[in-house]
Nanobody, 127 residues
Framework: QVQLVESGGGLVQAGGSLRLSCTAS????????MGWFRQAPGKEREFVAA????????DYENSVKGRFTISRDNAKNTEYLQMNSLKPADTAVYYC????????????????????WGQGTQVTVSS
């Protein structure tokens, strides 16, 4: 199994930026598709962004398209979520997720697709 640790959350004013990181340890020699999800108080966990194992393919939830960018550095076993033009509606706990796969070009947008999760990092956007 792979272990995931997120970092980079915090408090930011609307219009500001944050970059989240997620570092994997353990069975990192496997190919992992990666994703970011978020959960706001009283709401279900929702998909934010995903990236293929190769890093060549990405997908985004509509409300973050053009503002968020997912990327990965396989040499560092780390994925990133660059968040720009943040809005109060982006306030949530953000989770990174990993899915072991034989297909390094697929992206996965469903939370049930993933079998490893980080502990979450809080992002708060003030108005």
């Amino acid at each position: 199994q792979v272990q995931l640790v997120e970092s980079g959350g915090g408090l930011v004013q609307a219009g500001g930026s944050l970059r989240l990181s997620c570092t994997a340890s353990g069975r990192t020699f496997l190919i992992y598709a990666m994703g970011w999800f978020r959960q706001a108080p009283g709401k279900e966990r929702e998909f934010v962004a995903a990236i293929s194992g190769s890093g060549d393919y990405t997908d985004y939830e509509n409300s973050v398209k053009g503002r968020f960018t997912i990327s990965r550095d396989n040499a560092k076993n780390t994925e990133y979520l660059q968040m720009n033009s943040l809005k109060p509606a982006d306030t949530a706990v953000y989770y990174c997720a990993a899915k072991a796969t034989f297909d390094d070009n697929s992206v996965y947008t469903g939370s049930k697709d993933y079998n490893a999760w980080g502990q979450g990092t809080q992002v708060t956007v003030s108005s």
